[in-house]
């Protein structure tokens, strides 16, 4: 083999190793996650062009924090961190909503706003997932994930498993408490006959 050979395999090589190394760098598609998080939910909301996503450090538990961010890639309007050495956590639950269907969900509130990432499994959802914010009771928006490619609108089973009731579901971190609770999912899921 001769010298120009080796040169260019060399060359390739190199290509190759910072090829790996920007697409490691890049944002996962479609989420407002950095590069070095992972995506514990993401989606393009119908409406008003805003992506919200969940964004887990490390990429796998156990987790050092779980950050909420609301907004577009030029400008995260909300952001909301629960780690290791704040008191804040994330709130999550299962609730049916017909037969055959559940919507899972993980909240947090701030100042009395909870703000509710959620996604429907099951036959018959009328979307994939969405976001609810509540006042109180007062709903102030309910938007459903767009189809937009890229979008991961249900939770990584990674962080939380969620099954057909809270009781039987598992967080694998401390940073997300499972409750039941009533998030008045009708707000985003109303089904034929309901509203």
């Known amino acids: ?3 120009f050979n080796k040169q260019c395999r060399a060359g390739v090589l190199l290509l190759g190793l910072l090829g790996s190394i920007g697409a490691a760098a890049q ?6 996650c950095h590069a070095d998080e992972g995506v514990l939910f993401s989606c393009q909301l119908q409406g008003n062009q805003r992506t919200v996503s969940i964004c887990t450090s490390p990429k796998a538990p156990p987790l050092e924090s779980i950050t909420y961010r ?6 995260v309007e909300l952001s909301y961190t629960a780690s290791q050495q704040n008191q804040n956590r994330f709130a999550a639950t299962v609730s049916p909503a017909r037969p055959g269907v559940t919507v899972n969900q993980v909240w947090f509130e701030v100042k009395g706003t909870r703000y509710v990432a959620t996604e429907c499994v099951g036959g018959d959802c009328p979307q994939d997932g ?8 007062r709903t102030l928006m309910s938007r459903a994930c767009s189809k937009a490619s890229g979008n991961q609108p249900y939770f990584s089973g990674k962080v939380v498993d969620f099954e057909s009731d809270t009781s039987s579901s598992r967080s694998n971190t401390e940073l997300i408490q499972l409750k039941d609770y009533n998030n008045h999912i009708e707000a985003l899921y109303p089904w034929k006959g309901q509203r």
């Open 130 to 137: 969405g976001i609810i914010v509540f006042r109180g009771s």
């Open 27 to 32: 944002t996962p598609a479609g989420s407002l």
């Open 1 to 3: 083999m001769g010298f």
């Open 70 to 75: 609301y907004g577009t890639t030029d400008k």
